[in-house]
Each structure stands twice: as C-alpha cells, then as structure tokens.
C-alpha cells in the first residue's frame, strides 16, 4: 500500500511540473509575451537603453494616436515605452507639438529618469523655444523615472539643425550631438553645408559652449562618447575635404573626430573607399582605442572585401586614429550596419538590416530582416542571425540583456518570429536574444 501511494504522489507532483495544472482540470496554455508595439499609423523605434531595474525604455516616433498609443499631438511625436524585464509595458508617453517629432537617442540619467534627444519642427505643445518658423531645431526632454516631463529645450539657427546623440557627460551635465547648416541663433563657426554640430549643456539644460566641425561639404555626425580622459571622439560621414577634414577618399567617408573636454580638435580621420561609406557607431576599447560600425558601399581604400552593394563595415583604430583592422560582413544585397556594443567577454555584437541571403547571410525570411552578428576582438565572425518575418524588419539598437541580448527597430511583418497582435504598417519590434542570438519566446504565467 505505501509503495503505491509513493507512486501516486510521483505521478502527480510529474504532471505538475509538465502541466502545471492539477489532473482533471483543462490545460491551460501559457500566453506568449507580444513582442511588436504601436497603433494603426507607423512607428519606428530608433532607440533603447537598459535601465536599471532590469528593463529597458525605447524612444521611437509615432504617427498614431490609437493602439498602444494615446496622446499624440499631430503629426509625428516622440514615443517613450518603458518595459519591464518580460517586455511587458510598464508606461508609455508622447511629447511634441503639431510639426513633426523624430526622436533619435535615449539614455537613463544618472537620477534614474530619462533624457532623449531629436529634432522638432513645432512650437508648441510641448515644445517651446523653436528658433525657426519653419525649420528644425534639435530638441532635448528630461523625464522623471515614470515618464513626466521635468524640463526640454530647443537649440538651434534659423535653417535646420537635426539631433542624433545625448550622452550624461561626468560633470552631470551632457553632451548633444547632431548637424547643423545654420550660422546664426545658438551656432556659430558654420563650415558650409551641414556641419557636425556638438552641444554642451548643464544637468538643467542651460547652453555651456557649442562646437562646429566640418568643411564645405556635408558632414552628419552619427555617434559620440566621452572618453576615458575626458575628451569626446566623434563619428559621423562627411562628403568634404577641406575646413576641418583631410583625407577624404572619395565620395561619402567615415570622419572619426577627437575634440578636448572644452571642444578644441586634437585630430580628425576620414575612413573609406571612392563609393560612399556611413560609420553609425562608435566605442571606445580596452586597450584605449575606438571601433566604429557602419556599412560602405567601397571596395577600395581602406575597404576590401566587399561581397556586393552595401556591407556592413567595422573598423578597429588605435588611440590616434591609426587604422588596426578593418572588416566588411554581408551577401549580394544590401547589408546595413546601426548599432553595435562591446560584450562583456570583448566581443561585439552589430546589429541592423540585410537583404542577402548568401555570402556571410543565412536564414533571411523575406524582403529585410534584423541582422545580429557577434565578432571576436579581432572582428573575426562567431555568428550571425538573421531575425524577422517575409515583410521588412530593421533593427536600429541593440544593447545586453541577462544571458543575451535585446534587439529593436520597425517592422512591417506579421509573421515569423513576430508575436503580434499587429496594429498597423510599422510597428516597434523587440526580440529577446540568447548568448548564441537565438530568438527567445517569452512568455507570461497566466492563461490567454
């Protein structure tokens, strides 16, 4: 008699553990954590960031007011989504006027809210201080932990000014990067065209002192960090071979500039062949140098490689500019380069967009899908992924997640590794990576 009801117990805590469920009682399947955001209109997330709770924000801009979205307030507005660490929405927030807003970077402050950077075409709701009628300024919002905001401003000229970057700098205060073609207003020292254009403002948004890089071509700056003595090292693509830049090869380069902790250009490197060539990120390395990814269009210069139309590019430099290595990663068709990290074991992992599905491409759904590759510290490939549905899907950010990483960027797909429900032509699309880039379903304990 005690050996069967051992049995029975066994039996019952096995089905337990596969079920969940108590014998008798329907199986209740677990719901899968929906992984694609926003309303009937288009979104496109152009950023994210870990946050300190083990969850991570995205600023995208939003064309709806429906969906995951309430609040617009006309044309396109910056979109703020807070999620915890399953990819549920924790809070979700829009800011802007009645021109368009494109956010372009967010980043968690050290207070524990948020500071997010763009451009605004408005001069109103949100937005205030615009110094053209019709034209760009760039436009900084401070929020608090759960999405209110605390101050914003805008800084610009009377033509265009867009921005791209924020970075907390460690004085408290930050750094905005971007591009300007104004000489007037909040900018001085205009090269021509449109000019790398960096920003330094207090912890409250006050103007400290502002730089323009470039020659009279077009310079747009792409990424910016502060680096370990202080300094700040740019990248961006110029079109110029003149003013601040030399060594330009032709076409569009990669234009890496170092500036002093007060704005002053300690040197400046233009990377590339005689097609055109477009860095998008940057970061500093152990060993006291700099990597920046991209893609490049070249086969000559400084690239070689190339497997067709555009590859993804990454270059290795040292602590002047010198050029270490250079590596070109794609198929046939175009191979886009956004985003990349440094892994904690010294790798890095790029993410972005291919059309390929040949040369150093494999297992592409359809029209474009989330490339992610991992590469050794000598830019040697250890795997690659391609991520998405038959419709288009490109990944603009990826930053670590525990035991892997989390990828994003606007979709067009609904099938494949999207868990929708969809809500309109382009949605935010996030996907849950593991260490080797798999696809990781998440899913909630609760029924559907």
Do not use: C
């Amino acid at each position: 008699m005690l050996r069967k009801t051992k049995f029975f117990v066994l039996f019952f805590l096995g089905l337990l553990s596969v079920t969940g469920q108590v014998p008798g009682t329907a199986v209740m399947p677990l719901k899968e954590t929906r992984n694609i955001f926003g309303g009937t209109g288009s979104e496109v997330d152009n950023s994210m960031v870990s946050t300190a709770d083990g969850g991570y924000a995205i600023a995208g801009r939003t064309l709806s007011n429906d969906g995951d979205v309430s609040g617009n307030h006309g044309g396109a507005d910056f979109w703020i989504v807070k999620f915890s660490s399953h990819g549920n929405i924790e809070w979700k927030k829009t800011f802007g006027g009645s021109g368009n807003e494109t956010p372009r970077t967010i980043i968690q402050t050290s207070d524990g809210g948020y500071a997010v950077t763009g451009s605004t075409l408005s001069n109103d709701g949100d937005v205030s201080g615009n110094h053209g009628t019709t034209t760009s300024d760039i436009w900084v919002i401070k929020l608090s932990s759960t999405g209110a905001l605390q101050w914003q401003k805008t800084f610009g000229g009377t033509t265009n000014e867009y921005g791209q970057i924020i970075i907390q700098t460690s004085d408290g205060g930050y750094m905005l990067g971007g591009e300007t073609n104004s000489n007037s207003g909040d900018v001085t020292g205009h090269q021509g065209n449109f000019d790398f254009w960096v920003v330094k403002i207090s912890s409250t948004g006050v103007l400290q002192w502002q730089k323009t890089l470039g020659g009279t071509g077009t310079e747009s700056l792409k990424s910016l960090i502060q680096t370990s003595e202080g300094g700040y090292i740019m990248a961006g693509n110029t079109s110029s071979n003149n003013g601040n830049v030399s060594g330009n090869h032709g076409g569009i380069d990669f234009w890496v500039a170092k500036i002093s902790s007060t704005g002053t250009l300690q040197w400046q490197k233009a990377f590339g062949g005689t097609n055109s060539d477009y860095p998008t990120t940057i970061i500093q390395t152990p060993d006291g140098g700099y990597t920046v990814s991209g893609y490049t269009e070249s086969n000559d210069g400084d690239v070689s490689g190339n497997h067709g139309t555009a590859d993804i590019w990454v270059i290795k430099v040292n602590s002047t500019g010198m050029l270490q290595w250079q590596k070109t990663f794609g198929g046939t068709g175009n191979d886009i380069g956004r985003s990349m990290i440094l892994a904690a074991d010294g790798a890095y992992v790029v993410a972005g967009n291919t059309q390929s599905n040949d040369g150093d491409v494999s297992g592409n759904h359809g029209s474009s899908d989330f490339w992610v590759l991992k590469l050794s510290s000598n830019g040697t490939l250890e795997w690659q992924k391609a991520l998405g549905g038959t419709s288009s899907d490109v990944a603009y950010a990826v930053i670590p997640g525990q035991n892997g990483y989390w990828v994003s960027g606007p979709s067009s797909s609904n099938n494949g590794d999207i868990a929708g429900p969809v809500n309109g032509s382009g949605d935010f699309l996030i996907l849950k990576l593991d260490a080797n880039g798999n696809n990781v379903r998440i899913y909630d304990d609760i029924a559907p």
